[in-house]
Each structure stands twice: as C-alpha cells, then as structure tokens.
Antibody
Framework: EVQLVESGGGLVQPGGSLRLSCAAS????????MNWVRQAPGKGLEWVSY????????HYADSVKGRFTISRDNAKNSLSLQMNSLSAEDTALYYC????????????WGQGTLVTVSS | ELVLTQSPATLSLSPGERATLSCRAS??????FAWYQQRRGQAPRLLIY???KRATGIPARFSGSGSGTDFTLTISSLEPEDFAVYYC???????????FGGGTKVEIK
C-alpha cells in the first residue's frame, strides 16, 4: 500500500525557518517524481515545488522561489522541503504527493502537515 | 502563465441529481488534464486523469471530457459522499510544474 506521511509542521515566527519531511513507503521511491502542494486555511490548492526522481531537476512556484528548497534522499525513501524566510502567507497545510510524469497528475497524497507562521 | 478557471464556484444540488463542473484553461499547454476530489477534512484524491480516465476505485458515475482549453467533470447521479470540493489541474510549462483551478464546491441543496 502506498503511503506518504508528512511531518515537521508547527508554529514558527515570521522570518523563521522550518523543514518538512515526507516518508514514503509501499512503492519504489526512486522511480517517482514528487511534489509539494499547499492549501491555506479555507483556500484552494497551490502547487509549491517539484523534484525529479534522481533529484537533479527541481522547480518552484514563484511565490516560494529563493526561499524554499526541495530535496530527496532515495536511500531513505524521504522527501524534504526546507522553508526559510517564512511569512504569514506561507501558513498552510502542506501535502507531499507522488507525480505520474506520463499522465501529468498526482496519484497519491499524504494527509498533510500544518505550518503556521505567526508572532 | 497558465490559469485554470473553474465554474461555477458553488453548485447546489440534491442527491440523485446530475452535476456538471467546468474548467477553462487560459491556453492550451498539454493534452493531459486531471480532476481531484477533496472531502471536508481530507487530503485531495485523484478522480480523473488523462482527461477522461477514472483513477483506481473511482465509481463509474464520475466522467471527464473535453479538449483544448475546455474540460468538464460530470457526476451522473450524486451520492451523499460526493458532496465535496473538486479541483481541476494541468501541467504548466515544465513537467511537474502544476496549476490548479480555484475549485468548485458541490453542496447539498
């Protein structure tokens, strides 16, 4: 069974940093590209970042470019999102999701981890 | 920049009725198109991929159609568990760079 479990969320002050993790199981992690998607309270879905299966290619939404860094450890079946210079606009539930490149869609999602940026 | 516009924002229907949700893309970027369902308090789940193919375990009452810049999700007869928010999604410029629509809430009338 495919499972994606996010962790690392919490309350952080504006300007602070946080590192999110996503533990993957039930599939061959290094065969799949991965994404982070977030959802602000009461709002819709916003794509955040993408990483290729090898980790050699990454993309970011303009709203997080230069502040967030996506990475993966295929040996540990783990995906990460390092978030720096956080602001209130980054408050959201952050989901990791598995990407099907040939079908351009996200077939499995975790339950999300909540990031709250507030003083 | 690709923009996906969903309509209507809210659809008020009764169980057993037919639901038709629309999504319009600002440009034609890809032939692939997906729909997701998000029930209250849950993560999104893939409903439709490649415009019209149902994901694993998705009932036949869900169907997708469309091409170019106009896409439609149809629920033939609403069940109580179908009252949720639905999002459309398409790839933007590069593989893995995704755009979501703003969502359509299907609520009980």
């Amino acid at each position: 069974e495919v499972q994606l479990v996010e962790s690392g969320g919490g309350l952080v002050q504006p300007g602070g940093s946080l590192r999110l993790s996503c533990a993957a199981s039930g599939f061959t992690f290094n065969d799949y590209e991965m994404n982070w998607v977030r959802q602000a309270p009461g709002k819709g879905l916003e794509w955040v970042s993408y990483i290729s299966s090898s980790g050699s290619t990454v993309h970011y939404a303009d709203s997080v470019k230069g502040r967030f860094t996506i990475s993966r450890d295929n040996a540990k079946n783990s995906l990460s999102l390092q978030m720096n210079s956080l602001s209130a606009e980054d408050t959201a539930l952050y989901y990791c999701a598995r990407y099907l490149r040939n079908l351009e869609s996200l077939d499995y999602w975790g339950q999300g981890t909540l990031v709250t940026v507030s003083s | 920049e690709l923009v996906l516009t969903q309509s209507p924002a809210t659809l008020s229907l009764s169980p057993g009725e037919r639901a038709t949700l629309s999504c319009r893309a600002s440009q034609s970027v890809s032939s692939y198109f997906a729909w997701y369902q998000q029930r209250r308090g849950q993560a999104p789940r893939l409903l439709i991929y490649d415009v019209s193919k149902r994901a694993t375990g998705i009932p036949a009452r869900f169907s997708g159609s469309g091409s170019g810049t106009d896409f439609t999700l149809t629920i033939s007869s609403l069940e109580p568990e179908d009252f949720a928010v639905y999002y459309c999604q398409q790839r933007s410029n590069w593989p893995g760079q995704l755009t979501f629509g703003g969502g359509t809430k299907v609520e009980i009338k």
